[in-house]
């Protein structure tokens, strides 16, 4: 059983139905609550959302609205006063004249931080206070436009006029909206341009302005973004991405959630349209509000849901718990009656119960049981003497099966070890060694793990047998068999093949590796003295080299591989290795 099912069963067993009751009633006038504050939330907030989609949507639309009105107003002033009758002589003969005109319209309009008319080689010949009066402005965007055509610059830092307009070092830098229009005389000859340098602070007004008169004012932030995504009026260091400006000015305005500041923002961008003559400068206004300001309301539903729901859960609860004590009583004790039965001898029934018919059933039920039980514990007693003696023979022949099948693994193992082992050195057999070697080609096979067969034969064997005896030719073998198990590693094998042959398995190994075994082992068994009663006898060995290769068919050619090689050490003169045809020395004086 898993543990969390126990758990839970294990916390039931201690509870009273009175008390599960109760808390079932509180669970589920929680869950109601819970579920019901869940769409409560979900509907309060879509409706929150919708809400402040539409208040940013229109507080951005009316700045937007508001900054064309306002260039408008000031592009046509400017086109009125180029255009006038009465000052087509006098824009290039009488600077005087056109400086008052010039500064009475800034009187009127503060936001005008300087007018000037220039000449058509780009000298300022009039202008508010003087200001760059004699000076060249040839080389100035609103001038070279203001000659072909009537044109307005967008948002730039001050250039020739922050030093005359700056009254303090500490004062901000002074931005400039520029307006200009070709001018011309009575004859309708170009008289040169005037031009209208807007301060930029004009629109901050307007900003507060529109916000003081919006229901979002306390927590909405209105930017203003030039056509390339800097901020005009917003955060210096923030820019907007240009696929929304386009989206924007393409639709009536986008919705999107900003997280690149500290608290998730709801905004809305509306683009500029322009106005009448006014062509707009493509500025886009970002109206926008922290997330968790529209929220709160739909979140302060919640908890007022919340609360109540609580205290709804708790008085059903309470009633619950009351009104489960009437029904609980009966079956309480009746418990304690059928607990009396298991305690003392003498009770053997219960008394009947009322309250419902479920209990009253319960009690009948009880009693009818309890009679029957009585009757079946003479039959128990007899049935479990018979269960008892049929358990002991079960054991018995139980335990005899358990020794016979120990006894058959026994004799299983060791007749399997008899058919794997050579019984002269105890190393493997060829029956034996084969699986091991097949699953060494099937990994070359399939993976290109290298592997080796080393063949050995101890030489002249034959005169070994004619000269010491047959005991003394298998001590001989005995010997040779440990050295090679002795000197391989975990990984490889070692098998007898019959006789004096012996064949060892080695993984993951190439030519030089090989080779390099082989003749260890083969210098190893040359040393080696082995005692025969009076006799100690020394022998060598040859051994022949294979390499698993492409060539070869299957393991059997490998083996074969090997087996020639063995014939050609043998031949070359015994105690040495080969290997492809050549000995180990052949290859040597080759290299």
């Known amino acids: 059983m898993p543990l969390s099912s126990w758990s839970f069963q294990n916390i039931r067993n201690r509870m009273t139905v009175r008390l599960q009751v109760a808390l079932v009633t509180a669970v589920t006038c929680s869950a109601a609550v819970g579920i019901a504050a869940v769409g409560a939330a979900v509907v309060a907030k879509n409706s929150a959302q919708a809400n402040a989609n539409q208040q940013l949507k229109t507080l951005a639309r009316t700045m937007a609205d508001r900054l064309d009105q306002h260039m408008f107003e000031r592009y046509r002033e400017i086109q009125n006063i180029a255009s006038l009758s009465p000052l087509q002589n006098v824009w290039s003969k009488d600077g005087a004249a056109t400086r008052t005109i010039l500064e009475k319209l ?65 004062e901000a830098p002074f931005r400039f909206v520029d307006v200009a229009m070709p001018v011309f005389d009575e004859h309708q000859v170009l008289a040169g341009v005037l031009g209208a340098h807007m301060s930029w602070t004009w629109a901050d007004a307007v900003r507060r302005t529109v916000l003081t008169t919006q229901d979002t004012a306390n927590a909405a932030e209105l930017w203003v973004s030039a056509r390339d995504g800097s901020l005009l009026i ?46 707009g400068l493509g500025w886009a206004v970002v109206a926008r509000m922290p997330v968790a300001m529209i929220y709160a309301p739909a979140h302060q539903l919640v908890l007022q849901i919340l609360l109540i729901g609580g205290i709804v859960a708790v008085f059903a609860s309470a009633v619950a718990w009351f009104l489960a004590g009437s029904v609980t009583n009966p079956l309480k004790a009746l418990a304690i009656s059928l607990d009396l039965i298991g305690r003392q001898a003498n009770v053997t029934s219960v008394e009947r119960q009322h309250g419902s018919l479920d209990i009253l059933r319960l009690s009948a039920a009880v009693r009818s049981l309890l009679r029957r039980v009585g009757s079946a514990e003479a039959s128990e007693q007899n049935a479990n003497s018979t269960i008892d003696t049929l358990q002991r023979e079960v054991e018995d022949q139980k335990r005899d099966v358990e020794q016979k099948m120990l006894r058959y693994g026994a004799d299983l193992h060791a007749l399997q070890k008899l058919a794997d082992t050579d019984s002269l050195t105890g190393l493997l057999n060829r029956r034996a060694f084969l699986p091991f070697a097949e699953d060494a080609w099937n990994y070359y096979r399939r993976y290109g793990r290298a592997f080796s067969i080393l063949m050995f034969d101890i030489d002249h064997f034959k005169r070994i047998n004619d000269t010491f005896g047959h ?36 993984r993951e190994t190439d030519e030089a590796a090989a080779l390099l075994m082989a003749n260890r082992l083969r210098e190893k068994i040359a040393s080696t003295i082995v005692t025969a009663g009076e006799h100690r006898i020394s022998f060598s060995t040859s051994v022949g080299c294979a390499l698993g290769s492409s060539s070869a068919r299957d393991l059997e050619d490998v083996i074969q591989l090997a087996d020639t090689a063995l014939y050609v050490a043998k031949t070359s003169g015994r105690n040495r290795v080969a290997m492809d045809g050549v000995t180990a020395e052949g290859r040597r004086a080759a290299a």
Do not use: C, N
């Open 106 to 170: 800034q009187a009127s309009l503060p936001e005008y931080a300087w007018l000037g008319f220039a000449t058509p080689d780009g000298m300022v010949h009039a202008a508010t206070k003087g200001m760059l009066e004699g000076v060249s402005v040839a080389q100035r965007p609103w001038f070279v436009d203001g000659l072909k055509q009537p044109t307005v610059e967008d948002v730039h830092d001050a250039k020739l006029l922050e030093k005359l307009l700056r009254t303090s070092p500490d």
């Open 234 to 279: 917003g955060p210096a260091d923030h820019k907007l991405d240009v696929v929304l400006l386009t989206d924007a000015a393409k639709s009536d305005g986008v919705l999107f959630t900003d997280d690149t500041s500290s608290a998730p923002m709801l905004s809305a961008m509306v683009a500029t349209r322009g106005q009448g003559s006014y062509p």
């Open 471 to 506: 005991a003394a030719g298998d001590e001989v073998i005995r010997e040779m068999g440990k050295i090679i198990s002795s000197g391989i590693r975990a990984t490889d094998k070692v098998a007898r093949f019959g006789g004096e042959e012996f064949v060892v398995l080695l």
